[in-house]
């Protein structure tokens, strides 16, 4: 009986995450979208121990060649995942977020029916468990910040708002989704549960939290081994710098438990030295060969502000959260204010000195998330102790922060942001845009025309479109267009404004006679032409790539106009039919 009031107590406990992670969910379902494909990019190395181990029996993939396969191992090969080391092929990325993922892949693979292929391990359900798991340690986290929140006696609804925020206001939203494959939300979990331990210790001296610390500390390192970092706000966790000291000593004077410590942490790291053994035969590789930190030219005010992935332009919340800085200047306490912002400096240091500091195609600055729990803790702490009005206005600027980071995680799933190239102008051209006429509009290429030569250039000349009509405007036999067979270029150009509120798309087609199969299929809305500002006159182009028509065959190439509410006048209209100057060397 005293069981079953346990697990029940513990359910009602919980009621605050389940119903947090709840609204994460609906939000996915009906709004940001499902991600069908969360094993990717970086992903790929982190998971990919596990379909090797597991199913292939083969840690390196050794006993298929890459250029007989077509499947996975080609992919992770071009990507880089593996390494040449000693002859043997290596994971570059570490195994933590595997070890995690594990309970998860273990769970899809006993349901799933293999294809008996060399790509077996990366079908739908095991997307789906990744994805599952990435939910599991988000639910981890919040849950253990709530335990952090509580050892500073914040209120529990100031706890819940923190929870929320962290979740629905940071670019978590995104890496427990559509890049939920990363390892980010894993060392989330690990250092959120790791602060909690060691707050706990010097509160209570607690040697069993100690203990539960260390095997959390070796998680870190296993998961993310710069995430070592994290010791360093440690002094903070203490309180004040004689309860350090005191915590330290305590420790000193049970050097049993001090080493069992080391031991543990060691013994879960030591899974790395042991993945490592077991593919080339040495218990310690660094597999980041060519990569590595500039530390005479950290990037700190990009890392920050960028426009490109700056820290507080995507999670802007965590800004606000600095205001929690400020009181705890204003209260004094000048050790919290301090040892936070050492950690704080230092980290964004490091993190700012690694060579490509906006960490590659991805939403926000990423390699912050780990650590988004140190953040909320001197917020969590104004707001418990702030009068009444002025905790009401900086919790209704915390929540506005929620919808403007849904809409951004939208964005970014949906490529109406660049993933790795966002400047100013382009962060406000879309800035709140979800709709569909913004897709793919930053992502537009450049050319250069004097790589190309032009074939044929048709002057179509002005047309007037009326609304909600499609038309074609243009049509050419492929006869009619000198070297056809060589053309990999087709450029348009439009004299217009480009009003911003402009839905007509171009509709571009290369097909049979008898319309029995496109070699060209092509839609863009229009506004997708302007490379300036919108609502200005301009003369808009746009460059259609496409693989050389090779076959003999007659092709018609048509070039249609859907207006849909738009009526106007499309000036100058141009195509030029393009070859690349490469190609006819």
């Known amino acids: 009986m005293l069981i079953l009031k346990n697990i029940l107590l513990f359910l009602k406990s919980i009621i605050p995450e389940v119903l947090i992670i709840g609204i994460f969910i609906f939000l996915i379902n009906n709004y940001i979208g499902n991600e069908k494909a969360t094993i990717k990019s970086d992903s790929i190395g982190y998971y990919d121990y596990l379909p090797s181990i597991f199913i292939h029996h083969d840690f390196v993939r050794k006993d298929v060649p890459v250029k007989n396969d077509h499947g996975i191992y080609k992919r992770i090969n071009n990507i880089d995942f593996y390494i040449d080391y000693d002859g043997y092929k290596v994971n570059r990325c570490p195994c933590g977020t595997a070890v995690l993922e594990m309970p998860f892949f273990i769970r899809a693979l006993l349901k799933t029916d293999l294809e008996r292929n060399f790509a077996d391990g990366y079908q739908t359900p095991f997307h789906i468990a990744v994805f599952h798991a990435a939910v599991f340690y988000l639910f981890l986290s919040i849950f253990f910040l709530k335990k952090i929140l509580k050892l500073y006696d914040i209120k529990k609804h100031i706890i819940i708002l923190c929870q929320l925020l962290l979740v629905l206001a940071t670019s978590v939203t995104n890496y427990a989704n559509f890049d939920a494959g990363f390892s980010h939300v894993y060392s989330l979990f690990a250092i959120t549960a790791f602060l909690y331990f060691i707050a706990s210790y010097f509160k209570k001296r607690d040697f069993n939290h100690f203990i539960l610390a260390c095997l959390l500390f070796g998680l870190i390192l296993l998961l993310r081994q710069v995430n070592v970092l994290i010791i360093f706000f440690v002094p903070f966790l203490a309180g004040s710098i004689k309860n350090f000291k005191d915590g330290v000593i305590h420790l000193f004077r049970h050097p049993f438990i001090f080493l069992s410590g080391i031991f543990l942490t060691s013994a879960v790291f030591l899974i790395q030295s042991l993945c490592y053994y077991l593919q080339a035969g040495h218990f310690y590789i660094y597999t980041y060969q060519g990569y590595g930190f500039n530390f005479l030219d950290p990037q700190i005010i990009n890392i920050l502000f960028s426009y490109r992935k700056g820290l507080f332009v995507y999670s802007p919340v965590l800004f606000l959260t600095l205001s929690g800085l400020v009181y705890l200047v204003y209260r004094r306490k000048y050790y919290l204010v301090l040892t936070w912002s050492a950690f704080f400096i230092f980290l964004t240091y490091v993190l700012s000195s690694w060579w490509v500091w906006y960490y590659g195609a991805s939403y926000g600055l990423r390699a912050y998330i780990d650590y988004y729990a140190v953040f909320f803790i001197p917020f969590a702490i104004m707001l418990n102790e702030i009068p009444r009005v002025l905790k009401f206005i900086?919790?209704?600027?915390?929540?506005?922060?929620?919808?403007?980071?849904?809409?951004?995680?939208?964005?970014?799933?949906?490529?109406?942001?660049?993933?790795?190239?966002?400047?100013?102008?382009?962060?406000?051209?879309?800035?709140l845009k979800t709709d569909k006429r913004y897709e793919g509009i930053l992502w537009k290429k450049h050319f250069d025309d004097s790589q190309y030569r032009t074939l044929k250039e048709v002057n179509i000349g002005n047309i007037r479109i009326p609304s909600n009509s499609e038309k074609v405007y243009c049509m050419l036999s492929s006869k009619d267009i000198p070297g056809f067979q060589e053309i990999n270029m087709i450029q348009i150009l439009i004299d217009n404004d480009f009003r911003e509120s402009n839905d007509a798309e171009l509709f571009m087609t290369v097909n049979e006679t008898d319309r029995s199969h496109f070699s060209l299929w092509s839609k863009r809305f229009l506004i997708h032409f302007a490379d300036d500002s919108f609502n200005k006159w301009q003369t808009g182009v746009f460059y259609f790539e496409l693989d050389p028509i090779t076959d003999p065959k007659e092709k018609i190439f048509e070039l249609a106009v859907i207006s849909g509410k738009y009526a106007g006048t499309l000036k100058n209209v141009r195509l030029r039919f393009m070859s690349s100057v490469k190609t006819n060397k």
Do not use: A, C, H
């Open 394 to 431: 900086f919790i209704g600027l915390s929540l506005l922060t929620i919808p403007l980071n849904i809409i951004q995680t939208y964005q970014y799933k949906n490529y109406i942001l660049e993933w790795g190239v966002m400047d100013r102008v382009k962060y406000w051209k879309v800035f």
